[in-house]
């Protein structure tokens, strides 16, 4: 019988995932090693979560500190973490106060039910009638609710009843946000750039107009900045590009440096005043761990200006794609170290072209069946984006007409 990893997987797992067929076992800065020893360089982060590199020595270090001192207490009783963590968290982000979960989705999560009883308090709308809008293409996780707006049917499909109260606008459109305000709204959930969509930006100005039509409706600004944030797009948040301070904020990936799960709930005061004890909470939430790594990951995150990093080395891989001009890349999109390669699915699949990538040595991930995802750790290199750029060049030259395309590589289906 097999019992390597990847078939242990197929026999007791889920078959929720479809990864690339190659098992990883170790990883340091921007690299990861497969079991034949094999070297990649990470062009992927984990979803923008590994943005400090694999295994941060100063991360790991403060890891292994706070899990000799103190890791899990619950909220039952303070620790000499969480405090310090929120203030670091609310000066760099200008909030003024901060609520900590575990994953992006419980961090959302946390934003629609502050969202909801604020209307009902703050606004008087009826306690169970407030709405929430959302755009088009969003991705804010996976829990019921979440999945009840998203405009994938994939992730809803079989899994209603749905959560009810979600209206969906087209994103990057802000005449249609105007429109859509009800006298029942109560925030607009928004990305500032949408990933799992295909790294979407939106036009130049729209958080701006976001943000004065949230302002004038007297509805909140909510922005989901879980994977933008934390200097991933060249700023410490993408909303930073347009000056724009949202009423309320999401943060996560990042924030875990790489090592654990930690999200947070950012708002303003009246906002999270809604909140009293029992209300909400989360068993790890806040835990010393995991507050620990993350005050560490803002401070190497400042200390070594890497949003700026994202910001040059970002512009310069844009650049670079952008000089390609193959006939299979529709178009390159992105800001900072947060971009995405979009190709004609009649010239080659994403999956095909990131299992081409692996074989040469360079790891991403496909979204959306044509976007190529290129988000590597902010603590990349020059020298390693142009390693990026050769084996993303190298693959190109291997398409020389559309029908060459391969045939994207599907999960096998569960044994019955
Ligand atoms: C990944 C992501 C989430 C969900 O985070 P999880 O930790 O996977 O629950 C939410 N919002 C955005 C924008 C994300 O990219």
Same mark, same amino acid.
């Given at each position: 019988?097999?019992?390597?990893?990847?078939?242990?997987?197929?026999?007791?797992?889920?078959?929720?995932?479809?990864?690339?067929?190659?098992?990883?076992?170790?990883?340091?800065?921007?690299?990861?090693?497969?079991?034949?020893?094999?070297?990649?360089?990470?062009?992927?982060?984990?979803?923008?979560?590994?943005?400090?590199?694999?295994?941060?020595?100063?991360?790991?270090?403060?890891? &292994?500190?706070?899990?000799?001192?103190?890791?899990?207490?619950?909220?039952?009783? $303070?620790?000499?973490?969480?405090?310090?963590?929120?203030?670091?968290?609310?000066?760099?982000?200008?909030?003024?106060?901060?609520?900590?979960?575990?994953?992006?989705?419980?961090?959302?999560?946390?934003?629609?039910?502050?969202?909801?009883?604020?209307? $009902?308090?703050?606004?008087?709308?009826?306690?169970?009638?407030?709405?929430?809008?959302?755009?088009?293409?969003?991705?804010?996780?996976?829990?019921?609710?979440?999945?009840?707006?998203?405009?994938?049917?994939?992730?809803?499909?079989?899994?209603?009843?749905?959560?009810?109260?979600?209206?969906?606008?087209?994103?990057?459109?802000?005449?249609?946000?105007?429109?859509?305000?009800?006298?029942?709204?109560?925030?607009?959930?928004?990305?500032?750039?949408?990933?799992?969509?295909?790294?979407?930006?939106?036009?130049?100005?729209?958080?701006?107009?976001?943000?004065?039509?949230?302002?004038?409706?007297?509805?909140?600004?909510?922005?989901? !900045?879980?994977?933008?944030?934390?200097?991933?797009?060249?700023?410490?948040?993408? &909303?930073?590009?347009?000056?724009?301070?949202?009423?309320?904020?999401?943060?996560?990936?990042?924030?875990?440096?790489?090592?654990?799960?930690?999200?947070?709930?950012?708002?303003?005061?009246?906002?999270?005043?809604?909140?009293?004890?029992?209300?909400?909470?989360?068993?790890? =939430? =806040?835990?010393?761990?995991?507050?620990?790594?993350?005050?560490?990951?803002?401070?190497?995150? !400042?200390?070594?200006?890497?949003?700026?990093?994202?910001?040059?080395?970002?512009?310069?891989?844009?650049?670079?794609?952008?000089?390609?001009?193959?006939?299979?890349?529709?178009?390159?999109?992105?800001?900072?170290?947060?971009?995405?390669?979009?190709?004609?699915?009649?010239?080659?699949?994403?999956?095909?072209?990131? !299992?081409?990538?692996?074989?040469?040595?360079?790891?991403?991930?496909?979204?959306?069946?044509?976007?190529?995802?290129?988000?590597?750790?902010?603590?990349?290199?020059?020298?390693?984006?142009?390693?990026?750029?050769?084996?993303?060049?190298?693959?190109?030259?291997?398409?020389?007409?559309?029908? !060459?395309?391969?045939?994207?590589?599907?999960?096998?289906?569960?044994?019955?």
């Amino acid at each position: 019988m097999d019992n390597s990893p990847i078939a242990l997987e197929a026999r007791y797992g889920a078959n929720n995932y479809l990864p690339l067929p190659m098992v990883l076992e170790r990883g340091s800065g921007v690299y990861l090693w497969d079991t034949s020893g094999k070297r990649y360089l990470d062009m992927m982060s984990a979803y923008s979560a590994v943005s400090f590199g694999h295994s941060h020595p100063e991360l790991v270090a403060t890891l &292994c500190e706070q899990a000799n001192q103190l890791a899990v207490t619950s909220r039952a009783f $303070h620790t000499d973490q969480l405090g310090p963590l929120l203030e670091d968290l609310c000066r760099a982000t200008g909030m003024a106060r901060a609520l900590p979960m575990n994953s992006g989705a419980e961090g959302v999560e946390t934003a629609i039910k502050a969202a909801r009883k604020w209307a $009902h308090r703050v606004r008087g709308i009826p306690d169970g009638s407030a709405r929430i809008i959302v755009a088009a293409g969003n991705f804010a996780g996976r829990t019921t609710t979440i999945i009840s707006f998203s405009s994938e049917a994939q992730y809803r499909s079989g899994f209603g009843p749905g959560t009810p109260g979600f209206d969906t606008v087209p994103y990057g459109d802000a005449a249609a946000l105007a429109a859509a305000i009800g006298p029942e709204t109560a925030a607009f959930l928004v990305e500032p750039i949408q990933g799992e969509a295909g790294i979407i930006v939106p036009p130049a100005g729209y958080l701006r107009a976001v943000r004065e039509i949230c302002s004038r409706h007297g509805i909140l600004m909510i922005a989901d !900045e879980v994977q933008t944030g934390l200097g991933r797009t060249g700023r410490l948040l993408a &909303c930073n590009h347009e000056d724009v301070q949202p009423d309320a904020l999401i943060l996560g990936k990042a924030l875990g440096g790489g090592l654990l799960p930690i999200s947070m709930f950012l708002a303003r005061t009246d906002v999270m005043a809604v909140f009293q004890p029992g209300d909400h909470g989360s068993t790890f =939430g =806040g835990n010393p761990l995991a507050c620990a790594v993350a005050r560490t990951a803002l401070r190497i995150l !400042e200390r070594d200006q890497l949003a700026q990093r994202a910001d040059e080395l970002g512009s310069y891989l844009l650049a670079r794609l952008r000089e390609l001009r193959h006939p299979a890349i529709r178009a390159v999109r992105g800001r900072g170290l947060l971009i995405g390669l979009d190709l004609w699915p009649q010239w080659v699949s994403a999956r095909s072209f990131c !299992e081409a990538l692996m074989s040469r040595g360079v790891l991403s991930k496909e979204t959306h069946q044509s976007v190529v995802r290129l988000a590597p750790p902010l603590t990349v290199t020059r020298a390693q984006i142009d390693q990026a750029l050769s084996a993303i060049a190298a693959v190109l030259d291997t398409i020389t007409s559309p029908q !060459e395309s391969i045939t994207p590589v599907r999960g096998d289906a569960l044994p019955a």
